[in-house]
């Protein structure tokens, strides 16, 4: 099938030109969707519609091992491999292995050097949306998380460790648990 529809940016292909658009908020951080009760916003409805379950308290799939239950079926298959070890995705390049999708795809940037994601102040480019939107920070002074004591308020439960950004918190969880 033919992709006309190619993203600048990242040079992922689309066969239809509004996938492209939906595609290329990834980059920019554009939200159009927001949650009429809390104001959060979303790029794409999906999202919204499944975070509006947050507020109903609506989580109907369970974790036979440990009870913890989930609003969506596929966050409880990925849950469920902390359980199991299972880490179905494997780099090609150095054979490291990883229980999401999208571990494994930010994982193969360090082979590629690829950096999707540019400040548009700046000019700087990351490999993770989550590091682009640290850095945004440094332009505008906004600190979300600050902790008044020690600005690291993500603390581990295991082992006491605090983090300054609840996406290190929980890479750093899995070293507990596999």
Known sequence: MEKPYQ???????????????????????????QCSQCGKAFSHTQDLIKYQR?????????????????SQHFNLIKHQRIHTGEKPYQ??????AFSLSSDLKIHQRTHTGK????????????????????????????????????EKP??????????????????HQRTHTG
């Open 91 to 96: 780099c090609s390049q150095c054979d490291k």
């Open 115 to 150: 950096k999707p994601y540019q400040c548009s102040q700046c000019g700087k480019a990351f490999s993770q949306n989550s590091h682009l939107k640290v850095h945004q920070r440094m332009h505008t002074g906004e600190k979300p998380y600050q902790c008044s004591q020690c």
């Open 154 to 171: 993500y603390q581990c439960s295991q082992c006491d460790k605090a983090f300054s950004l609840s996406s290190t918190l929980k890479i």
């Open 7 to 33: 993203c600048r940016q990242c040079d992922k292909t689309f066969t239809h030109k509004n996938n492209l658009i939906i595609h290329q908020r990834m980059h920019t951080g554009e939200k159009p969707y």
């Open 54 to 70: 947050t507020h109903t308290g609506e989580k109907q799939y369970q974790c036979s091992q440990c009870d913890k239950t989930f």
